[in-house]
T-cell receptor, first 113, second 118 residues
């Protein structure tokens, strides 16, 4: 069965610095999607970034980028120039072949002024 | 913008009560989902629906049922609420991007309902 692991329950970063959130997953599938979702304190979950497994190029969305290592089954999120508004719970998620997402347990990111 | 709304942000119920959580999406999405979110456990899928009147069990369906009579509305029902169902409940809807060109999902979440069962 597929699993998603986020080993960092909580992380802190100084404003304007860079932080990397870790995610590993386990699957025997070759075609799948990986996501990072952000859940701010107001609770509405929003999509941050998505990576298709067949693409070798790492996805980037403004200050957010991923380091996708398919062989190592690793999918980390890098946030550059961290802002106070980046403070949130971040969930890594996996999707393959069905409607069911598999979510990690989340990493709470604190941004220090 | 896609909107997924949930009927309540906060709800307090008593043990044994029947509880209805409503979710509505306004973008004609085929798929709708109910998750519960608990600290240290992430999001766990309770039920999902890929069409009107269709439903499938997720990972933790026990103690819950669902109803989807209209495409835009997906209801989660707790037949007899128990204290271990105190949790945050998130509804989501999704659609296929470029159907026929691989599986390309985009999922949208509601704001959540914090349910407390006393």
């Amino acid at each position: 069965a597929q699993t998603v692991t986020q080993s960092q329950p909580e992380m802190s970063v100084q404003e304007a610095e860079t932080v990397t959130l870790s995610c590993t997953y386990d699957t025997s599938e070759s075609d799948y999607y990986l996501f990072w979702y952000k859940q701010p304190p107001s609770r509405q979950m929003i999509l941050v970034i998505r990576q298709e497994a067949y693409k070798q190029q790492n996805a980037t969305e403004n200050r957010f980028s991923v380091n996708f290592q398919k062989a190592a089954k690793s999918f980390s999120l890098k946030i550059s120039d961290s802002q106070l508004g980046d403070a949130a719970m971040y969930f890594c998620a996996y999707l393959s072949g069905t409607y069911k997402y598999i979510f990690g347990t989340g990493t709470r990111l604190k941004v220090l002024a | 913008d896609v909107k997924v709304t949930q009927s309540s942000r906060y709800l307090v119920k008593r043990t044994g009560e029947k509880v209805f959580l409503e979710c509505v999406q306004d973008m004609d999405h085929e798929n709708m989902f109910w998750y519960r979110q608990d600290p240290g456990l992430g999001l766990r899928l309770i039920y999902f629906s890929y069409d009107v009147k269709m439903k499938e069990k997720g990972d933790i369906p026990e103690g819950y049922s669902v109803s989807r009579e209209k495409k835009e509305r997906f209801s989660l029902i707790l037949e007899s609420a128990s204290t271990n169902q105190t949790s945050m409940y998130l509804c989501a809807s999704s659609f296929l991007l470029n159907p026929g060109v691989g599986l390309r999902h985009r999922e949208f979440f509601g704001p959540g309902t914090r349910l407390t069962v006393l």
